[in-house]
């Protein structure tokens, strides 16, 4: 039982350059989800998943688009990568409650844009 | 102002002694979660609450709704115990938002 896990763990970008993230979880979990964290603030909502074929927008989810072709899978795109999209970046899951329940975080993926 | 906000934002402490980390916030909410985030990065769920208390080894999480206040207090505090903790607040239905995090390092 793996729980979350995130590929890859480090990526540096030019920007303009396109790449995915890929979230998985094995514990058949409904509710995904992608944050952001930088310095001083807090973990920021990108894009969230209540179950496979839906998404719906965060906080922040300019520059980000999503996918959730599979329940165990939750994909991150960032089409035209830019400096300001420099972050690192959790995915995580939690049961049909939603957030009401315990979250499962990925051990996160921290991405440069140059 | 933040929705919430933690305190302190960083804390030193020696091997033992009794911890207190604070969260406040100004928005109604319908339950709290408290996260740790290793020196590594992971973040690992410790506590979700609507009311009173929750105890889990030597953790324990109070909350009280009306003050709009949550403490995690850390008993008998160890070297281990050295992480970010995080305070996250769900409300509006469905949204969670997140403190900005205490750093504790807990020394020998």
């Known amino acids: 039982n793996a729980g979350v896990t995130q590929t890859p763990k480090f990526r540096v970008l030019k920007t303009g350059q396109s790449m995915t993230l890929l979230c998985a979880q094995d514990?058949?979990?409904?509710?995904m989800y992608w944050y952001r964290q930088d310095p001083g603030m807090g973990l920021r909502l990108i894009h969230y998943s209540v179950g496979e074929g839906t998404t719906a927008k965060g906080e922040v989810p300019d520059g980000y688009n999503v996918s959730r072709l599979k329940k165990q899978n939750f994909l991150l795109g960032l089409e035209s990568a830019a400096p300001s999209q420099t972050s690192v970046y959790f995915c995580?899951?939690?049961?049909?409650?939603?957030?009401?329940?315990?979250?499962?975080f990925g051990s996160g993926t921290q991405l440069s844009v140059l | 102002k933040n929705e919430v906000e933690q305190s302190p934002q960083n804390l030193t402490a020696q091997e033992g002694e009794f911890i207190t980390i604070n969260c406040s916030y100004s928005?109604?909410?319908?339950?709290l979660h408290w996260l740790q985030q290793h020196p590594g990065g992971g973040i690992v769920s410790l506590f979700m609450l609507s009311s009173g208390k929750k105890k889990h080894g030597r953790l324990i999480a109070t909350i009280n709704i009306q003050e709009k206040h949550s403490s995690l207090h850390i008993t008998a505090s160890h070297p281990r115990d050295s992480a970010v903790y995080i305070c996250?607040?769900?409300?509006?239905?469905?949204?969670?938002?997140f403190g900005e995090g205490t750093q504790l390092t807990v020394n020998p």
């Open positions: 995580a899951s939690s049961s049909r409650q939603g957030i009401r329940e315990k979250l499962f």
């Open positions: 928005v109604g909410i319908s339950a």
């Open positions: 996250a607040v769900l409300h509006s239905g469905s949204r969670l938002t």
């Open positions: 514990m058949n979990h409904e509710y």
